[in-house]
């Protein structure tokens, strides 16, 4: 995902981690993107966040970011995890699976 700043990259990292949609939630920086909108190319400062979810939790969690998130159309990807160690897998599966009552 990117944000238009660090307060609101922040913000819906947290929103997304307390609610369990991710068990973890980095912003990694400031990066300079170039895109096209409205028959446009723009170019903005933006915030690169990374999250840790599941394919269960991927539509939810695309959900809260979208309700959080100022942008019309905000960029929201699930990038392919080729491979991972077993107990930091274990550990993403756990934190965001559904609560009871929750």
């Known amino acids: 995902m990117t944000a238009s700043s660090r307060d609101e990259a922040d913000r ?3 929103a997304v981690v307390a609610a369990r949609l991710a068990a973890a939630a ?18 903005a ?9 599941t394919m269960e939790r ?4 695309a959900a809260k ?6 942008y019309e159309v905000p960029q929201i990807v ?4 080729v491979a991972g160690t077993a107990d930091y897998l274990e550990w ?3 934190e965001t699976a ?3 009552g929750g």
């Open 12 to 14: 819906i990292c947290s």
């Open 26 to 43: 980095q912003v990694a920086g400031q990066i300079t993107s170039r895109y096209w909108w409205r028959g446009e190319i723009n170019e």
């Open 45 to 53: 400062d933006e915030w690169l966040v990374l999250m840790k979810t």
């Open 58 to 61: 991927f539509e939810d969690l």
């Open 65 to 70: 970011v979208r309700e959080l998130h100022s």
């Open 78 to 81: 699930a990038v392919p995890l």
């Open 92 to 94: 993403i599966r756990q």
């Open 98 to 100: 559904p609560r009871p």
